[in-house]
């Protein structure tokens, strides 16, 4: 259900609370694991920590998604997304990589595009990427695009994070107000 704010803005629901956590440096973990967000998008860490890292943040109750661009030791090719799904029970991957998305669907993870829209024909071609990979979910950067945000979240027809550069609780609402439906964010204080 949606309010009206001092502003006369509608404001969306936050009892489904839509914030992930972009875990990005160790030090992070343990606000990540006592925060209210359900799931981590892990941006830190190796393959030989990686293991103790994904069963805290399970134990504290929250799903996994590995960045398998920023985690260390960890291949892009489908072997890799099957051996971390396998081996370490991840919820799910965040990649750039179209062919990484279908490795995802094989292994039986969800998946999470990642897509940055540094102008038009970046956004053209992401679109075009996203509507051929299927991703489960697509996160735009930067997320600070309201107009941007709302011509993607129409066509591409998938759930879209968006993240990077938002630092107020104002830009989160006008973010989700433009369509988004969660917000990736390493700033604690929205965890």
């Known amino acids: 259900m949606e309010s009206k704010?001092?502003?006369?803005?509608e404001k969306p629901d936050l009892k489904v609370f839509p914030i992930i956590a972009s875990v990005t440096r160790m030090d992070q973990l343990e606000a990540a694991m006592s925060s209210r967000v359900d799931r981590v998008i892990l941006m830190a860490g190796d393959i030989l920590n990686l293991s103790e890292i994904v069963d805290s943040l399970h134990q504290s109750g929250k799903k996994v998604f590995v960045h398998l661009?920023?985690?260390?030791?960890?291949?892009?090719?489908?072997?890799?997304?099957?051996?971390?799904?396998?081996?370490?029970?991840?919820?799910?991957?965040?990649?750039?990589?179209?062919?990484a998305v279908a490795a995802a669907r094989q292994a039986g993870i969800m998946s999470i595009q990642r897509v940055f829209a540094i102008d038009s024909a970046a956004v053209e071609t992401a679109v075009k990427m996203i509507n051929q990979a299927r991703p489960d979910e697509v996160e735009l950067m930067p997320g600070l695009m309201p107009r941007v945000i709302a011509d993607m979240k129409k066509r591409i027809e998938r759930p879209l994070i968006v993240g990077e550069l938002i630092r107020s609780e104002q830009e989160i609402h006008l973010a989700l107000e433009s369509g988004a439906n969660h917000i990736s964010t390493g700033a604690v204080q929205f965890w």
């Open 69 to 99: 661009e920023m985690v260390g030791g960890i291949g892009r090719d489908n072997v890799a997304v099957q051996y971390i799904a396998d081996r370490f029970g991840i919820d799910g991957i965040v990649t750039t990589k179209t062919n």
């Open 5 to 9: 704010g001092e502003d006369n803005i």
